[in-house]
């Protein structure tokens, strides 16, 4: 598993991933060249350094924090997230993910340190102790990088850039650009293709690479096929969504890249900038861009059953939510009905009590509502049964009031056991919140019906989910629902007695 390398950091592993310029290993961890001072990703075309001249990070603030600038040719600062952060389930790893979602900017330290249920100084020894640096640090490499996109993508002033960004002033903006990048904003901005810059006014377009191999119009079309009125828009081609962030009511709209990469084009129209350093790790967790392939794919290939599944469709991904929240309701409005029923509920609460946009974009109307929303809202007209709609209730007062905690650093076990003593929600509610609000990659669904056909089909069992396909059933799940649901998948597989057969 490459996540071995992040974890120790083994040296010779490292060099040996740069020599051969192995890209799977790109944002995993970060090579800094001593004698150039700069930092890059492993699979940086340049020269490869020698060894006695290179020392490794896990993270890109450790680089830049030890004095390194990033490198111009391979932008490490691009690459997708480690997946270490989704993978593990300890205080660093939901303190990483909380940094990402845009916590220290809106709380600072003490907020950040409040969500976890630590103190300011435990989380800076746990973060120093595992990656060199505290969560101030980790946070500063992320604002360098969204100055980056923006200056880059946009013809914003540099004020608004750096505004954006996160950063305390404009004074702050420019230093930390020179000393990340070695140039000043405007000599970055100049730099960039001609290509780049311009488009529609409003609107940020955005580049989200992902681990080879990534079939981006697959996770799309599965996201498509369950898109809510109001909510969202699926053309066949562009899933479309409201997001509901900080700042207010925003509109994403994501489509695969146009040179065919591993990456997914992203146009976000915002109604604050400073959201974008909240709607990107969102995107990236809908999209599940930060996933493992190559490890997902070893373990669950290697298992009879599911090997001609995986050869079938390498790379797949869990589509997941931008919003736990959302997510947990969804779940409850889906339980006992089908797809189109689900849409059907969904779509009624959401234009009850969702948050509007200032002004539709297309049929896009209404974020989903938050959970003290959902819990004051009439939902009698909405067309569910009494006990559904209490189950409705009671999940959004359990959240509004703190009773379950569902956000991007919450500890997952924990929020499942909350989940199940809540009236009316049972383990495989409990588990889909996991699996597609947390991002969970390792869940079951006990008692899924299209899991059984499938796993009957393949004459598997729980069991095999429950042992050989740790850690990483969330994938094994997809793999066994594309035999069960093929049209929601770009590769549906071959009915098991076809490959037999052949």
Do not use: K
Request: glycine letters at 8%; one cysteine or more.
């Amino acid at each position: 598993m490459l996540g071995a390398v992040t974890t120790s950091l083994d040296a010779e592993r490292c060099y040996r991933a740069v020599a051969s310029r192995d890209a799977r290993f790109d944002g995993w961890f970060f090579t800094a060249v001593r004698t150039t001072g700069i930092y890059c990703r492993p699979s940086c075309p340049a020269r490869t350094p020698a060894a006695a001249n290179v020392t490794f990070f896990g993270t890109a603030a450790g680089a830049q924090s030890a004095g390194f600038r990033a490198c111009r040719r391979c932008r490490p600062d691009a690459v997708p997230g480690s997946p270490e952060w989704d993978v593990r389930a300890d205080v660093v790893a939901r303190a990483m993910r909380l940094i990402a979602d845009g916590e220290v900017e809106r709380a600072g330290v003490p907020g950040l340190a409040a969500r976890l249920g630590y103190s300011e100084r435990q989380v800076h020894r746990l973060l120093v102790g595992e990656l060199g640096v505290g969560p101030l640090a980790v946070a500063r490499a992320q604002r360098a990088q969204t100055a980056r996109v923006l200056v880059e993508t946009t013809d914003l002033p540099m004020a608004d850039v750096a505004f954006a960004a996160g950063f305390a002033s404009i004074r702050q903006f420019n230093d930390t650009v020179r000393e990340v990048f070695a140039c000043t904003p405007s000599e970055l901005r100049s730099r960039r293709p001609a290509t780049r810059g311009g488009g529609t006014p409003g609107w940020l377009t955005l580049r989200l690479a992902a681990r080879a191999p990534f079939d981006a119009g697959e996770v799309l079309l599965f996201l498509g096929a369950h898109a809510v009125p109001g909510l969202e828009e699926w053309d066949g081609t562009t899933f479309s969504r409201v997001l509901d962030l900080p700042g207010g009511p925003a509109v994403v709209r994501l489509s695969p890249a146009p040179d065919g990469g591993p990456a997914v084009t992203a146009r976000l129209l915002l109604a604050d900038l400073r959201d974008l350093r909240a709607a990107v790790p969102r995107c990236r967790r809908l999209l599940d861009l930060d996933a493992d392939p190559a490890a997902v794919d070893d373990v669950l290939g290697a298992d009879p059953a599911l090997a001609p599944l995986v050869a079938g469709a390498p790379g797949r991904r869990v589509p997941a939510s931008p919003d736990a929240p959302e997510t947990a309701a969804r779940a409850v409005l889906g339980q006992q009905v089908s797809v189109a029923g689900a849409r059907t509920l969904t779509a009624r609460v959401v234009a009850l009590a969702g948050t509007p946009l200032a002004e539709p974009v297309g049929s896009l109307t209404h974020a989903f509502p938050r959970p003290e929303a959902l819990a004051a809202a009439d939902l009698s007209a909405v067309g569910l049964t009494g006990a559904r709609r209490r189950t409705l209730t009671g999940v959004a007062a359990a959240l509004a009031d703190g009773r379950v905690a569902l956000d991007p650093g919450c500890d997952r076990d924990e929020a499942v056991r909350d989940l199940l003593a809540l009236p009316g929600i049972g383990p495989w509610t409990a588990a889909l919140v996991a699996m597609r609000g947390l991002g969970d990659p390792d869940v079951w669904l006990p008692g899924d019906l299209a899991l059984r056909r499938s796993l009957a089909a393949l004459g598997s069992s729980d069991a095999d989910a429950a042992t050989r396909w740790r850690p990483w059933r969330s994938y094994a799940v997809m793999h066994l629902w594309s035999l069960a649901a093929p049209s929601l998948f770009t590769r549906p597989p071959a009915p098991p007695s076809d490959r037999s057969a052949s």
